[in-house]
Every structure is written in C-alpha cells, then in structure tokens.
C-alpha cells in the first residue's frame, strides 16, 4: 500500500522560499556588519601619574666667589699750588742754546788713547810650565825635553863642582845634602841662583858653578816667554 505524503509537509515546495530568505538575511546580516561603528577601546583610570617627581634633581646649589680686586692706591695727592702775588717776582729759568755762531772758537776737545796695560804672567814653577826652557842640546817631547834638562844640568854640576872642597874643609864623613835653586829668566839666562849648603863656602861654590849654565831657550806660557823657577837636590859624599 503506497503512503501518500501531505502536501502541506512536503517542503520541497517551499525550497525557494527558504533561498529566498536565506540571501536575504545574508545580505542583512553583511549590510548589517559593514554599517556598524567601531570605537577605540578606552582604559579605565589607572591611577594619577606624577610627572613631576620623575623629571626633578638634586641639583647642588654653587654659590659664586667674586675674584678678590686687588685694592688699588689712592691717587697721589696733587701737589699744592702755590698761589704767587702780582708784586712777587718769579725767578725765570733761562736755557742757553747749545748752538754755536760761525764767530765763536770751537773747542774740541783731546782724545786720549787708551792704551791697555799689558798682562804679566808671574814666574811658572818648572814641574807645571806648558813649554819647558829648552837646554841646548836637547830635543824631543815636552816629558823628554825635562829628563833632558835635568840630566844636563846633574851633569854640569858633577863636572864643574870642585869635589875635593868638602874635604878640605874637614867636614865630617859622609853624604851632605846640598839644595840647589835657580830661574831661567824670559831671555833664557841664569838668574837668581841660591842654594842650602852644610857650609857656606860650599854654598858660594855651588852658586858660582851655576851661574856658568848655558843660556837656553826660555819657556812659554800661553805662548808667552815668561820666568821659570827650576830647584834641584845634589847630594856629597865626605870621606
């Protein structure tokens, strides 16, 4: 037996009409979603900020020091002004020209050079000259030129000394010192000969036998001649 279905619930029938409004709460519902006003979300008061207390600092308070101006004197007081009287004279201060008139005498007065006294260089010990006095005969350095000039004059000595005087004497046995002195002046001759004898007739000998010395080439200093002192020790052997 074949059901027949209602016709009234059938809903095919009515298909189109549920399209219908379907599309038509679809377009609603997209008008509906494009009309509506949307506004920022607002936040509720969180609290007061102070701004205040964020931006202040301790900022130390400098006081400026004035630089000390250093006091200045006062002004010196003017001088005083004399007031002078009409019936006073006044003592006028007369300048005289220095110009002279074609008819005055000129005077000119005399230059005197000035002539520069000449330095002396004193007596130079022997042992400190810078050029020693040269005896005749001998060359060589400055050290070989004074072993020479004492060499010559030992010599001398020995030769011209009268060696039997002592004896003669009748000093005692043995060796007497004798202590000999002289300078060789600027000119290279013998002067100012002195001696220490244990007699004083051996002392005249000594002083004559020097003085017979060649003369020499004088020494120099700073380039100059000058006088140099030269002392020698001899020694006599008594019998």
Known sequence: MEIKKNPKSNLENYSKIFIQIGLVLALYITYAAIEKKTYDKTIEDLGTVTMNALLEEEIPITERVEPVQPKTPPPPTPEKIEVVEDDKEIEETVIESTETDETEEVVVEEIVEVVEAEEVVEDVSFMIIEDVPVFPGCKGSKAELKACFSKKVQKHFSRKFDADLPNELGLSSGRK????????????????????????????EVIKVMKQLPTMKPGR???????????????????
């Open 177 to 204: 010192r004798v202590f000999i002195g002289f300078k060789i002046d600027k000119n290279g001759k013998i002067v100012d000969v002195n001696a220490r004898a244990p007699h004083p007739k051996i002392k005249s």
């Open 221 to 239: 200093q700073r380039g100059k001649p000058v006088g140099v002192k030269y002392s020698i020790p001899f020694t006599l052997i008594v019998e």
